[in-house]
């Protein structure tokens, strides 16, 4: 049984792209070459990787979607092979496939990682953001390592580190008239506009809180984007709620914004790193894990204001 390293690439390539045309723009390798790889492979290991659509692509097999996430740990154990030789020099290598959580990414990993790859220089670090059900997708199809994002809904086959717990607070506008209470409670504004950050799971965790108090929001204003629920309360006619604090107290038009606490027993939510249970981890993605670990505590969260 004959197959190589590059045949495997250009196979993941293709199934994370879906289509032959993309995975050749993102590689920079032919089209021919791409398909000549992944027929080969499927002629060495007598499977069928792909279904092909014409004229719309093509779909990983349920034998395809689990060959390219076996395809990915086998490269990565290359990648630990590299790191065992390089290590004899005293240097530790690798790569690490990261996704955050959109509304934590902005926040948190821009100094997160440029201080890791200070600290390990010989470690390649890729980075997206996506809501939680698609950094959780990517999980499973070996697109990603590792995920910073919420405890929500975490499936059984996911592993869950926990860093810090973040709680609740309201965000009004400095212009608001109850911005310089000392705190507030979801009564208190009940009579306000709301601005709801509407991604998948934020939605619901924000509204139960309401359901909880036996309250019914006036909901102002959706939107998929935090710049924009910022936005919007820093003009002073409205409120929302959120988790993380960003350092920056303003929305992108300048508009000064206050973070008060909010009354009431509502559950924080918990911050940490998600990955699949069973895989082997890296010596690159271990180093990763203990520096999120060292840098994400209660005392302090990358990019973010004080906790407490």
């Not at 690159?284 to 004080?306: H, N, W």
Request: hydrophobic share 45%.
């Amino acid at each position: 049984m004959r197959f190589t390293l590059k045949q495997l690439e250009y196979f993941i390539a293709a199934g994370e792209a879906c289509s032959i045309r993309k995975a050749s723009e993102v590689i920079n390798v032919s089209q021919p070459a791409i398909s000549s790889a992944i027929s080969q492979l499927e002629t060495t290991f007598n499977l069928q990787l792909f279904i092909r659509h014409h004229a719309q692509g093509m779909s990983l097999t349920p034998a395809g979607t689990a060959f390219l996430l076996e395809a990915k740990q086998f490269l990565a154990q290359g990648d630990e092979l590299r790191n065992v030789a390089v290590n004899l020099s005293s240097k530790l290598a690798g790569s690490v496939q990261v996704g955050a959580f959109s509304v934590i990414a902005p926040i948190v990993m821009p100094e997160l990682i440029s201080c890791f790859l200070h600290d390990h220089e010989h470690i390649e670090v890729s980075m997206s953001e996506d809501s939680q059900p698609v950094l959780l997708e990517k999980l499973k199809r070996g697109a990603l390592d590792i995920a910073l994002t919420y405890d929500l809904h975490l499936p059984e086959d996911v592993d869950f580190v926990p860093l810090v717990s973040l709680s609740t607070y309201l965000l009004i506008g400095k212009k608001h008239p109850l911005s310089s209470r000392k705190s507030l409670s979801l009564n208190d504004l009940i009579n306000e506009r709301f601005v709801l950050l509407d991604l998948p799971l934020s939605r619901e965790f924000f509204l139960s809180m309401f359901i909880h108090a036996g309250l019914k929001p006036w909901i102002y204003a959706r939107t998929e984007h935090p710049e924009v629920v910022r936005g919007l309360v820093g003009r002073g006619y409205s409120y929302s709620l959120a988790n993380v604090r960003p350092k920056n107290c303003s929305s992108l038009d300048g508009s000064e914004l206050v973070y008060v606490p909010l009354k009431g027993d509502h559950p924080p939510l918990n911050l940490g790193l998600a990955m699949l249970k069973d895989v082997r981890r890296t010596r690159a993605l271990e180093a990763f894990v203990l520096y999120c670990q060292k840098s994400i505590t209660q005392d302090r969260v990358p990019g973010m204001t004080g906790l407490n």
